[in-house]
């Protein structure tokens, strides 16, 4: 049993500038904080069968103007931060299993701090466990919450570096939805090809 955690953000500008400048190390830190408390415990997700992937997905700006509601409502959504999580795991060459974990928020960006990273990667685990597992309840992960190590979280650098960051795709080419001024949609045909590490580091020193 292995674990492998990822992080993608949205495939446009303004999302490839906004997103968390935090090392990769604190969402490791996470989930292994709930893997040893909870689900070795319960014998959830141990199998030596299967490697199971994570990918931590960061959308920006909740949608105002949708017709329909949402259809699921996490127990941790507020005003600012919506959490959806992927119904079991999709499995690949019958040894690999991916789930996806997606917050949407108004308030998480480049300036977002640590802990407060910290916190929401926490929600995003505990979103996808209590979606899933009828074993965990919600006060099981209020109460490990307050027990992750803040000093550690805080001891790595911030803002972190691109490498530090480790971002899923960040050393591949592939098309975006370019920066414009006035958040107009792009029409697909129209995205333009980058390398999201160059053109990061054109707008930050690292």
């Not at 040893?36 to 960061?58: A, G, M, R």
């Not at 911030?158 to 592939?174: K, N, R, T």
């Not at 370019?178 to 995205?191: A, H, M, Q, R």
Request: glycine share 0%; aromatic share 18%.
């Amino acid at each position: 049993m292995s674990f492998v955690i990822k992080r993608s953000f949205d495939p446009d500008y303004k999302s490839l500038l906004a997103r968390p400048r935090i090392s990769h190390h604190v969402s490791d830190y996470v989930f292994d904080l709930i893997n040893v408390n909870l689900l070795k415990p319960n014998k959830i997700l141990q199998s030596d069968q299967y490697t199971y992937e994570f990918t931590f997905s960061f959308s920006h700006l909740i949608p105002r103007n949708r017709k329909f509601p949402f259809p699921y409502t996490s127990p941790f959504a507020n005003e600012t931060r919506l959490y959806f999580s992927q119904k079991g795991f999709r499995t690949f060459n019958r040894v690999e299993k991916w789930a996806t974990m997606t917050v949407i928020a108004d308030d998480i960006d480049q300036t977002i701090a640590p802990y407060e990273y910290a916190t929401v990667v926490f929600k995003m685990v505990a979103d996808f466990l209590l979606s899933n597992y009828k074993k965990f309840h919600k006060a099981q992960f209020d109460d490990l919450i307050s027990k992750m190590d803040r000093n550690f979280i805080e001891s790595f650098a911030f803002p972190a570096s691109v490498e530090e960051q480790d971002y899923a795709l960040d050393d591949l080419e592939y098309p975006i939805m370019p920066l414009t001024e006035n958040n107009d949609w792009v029409s697909i045909g129209d995205w333009v090809k980058m390398n999201p590490k160059v053109e990061y580091l054109k707008h930050y020193p690292f």
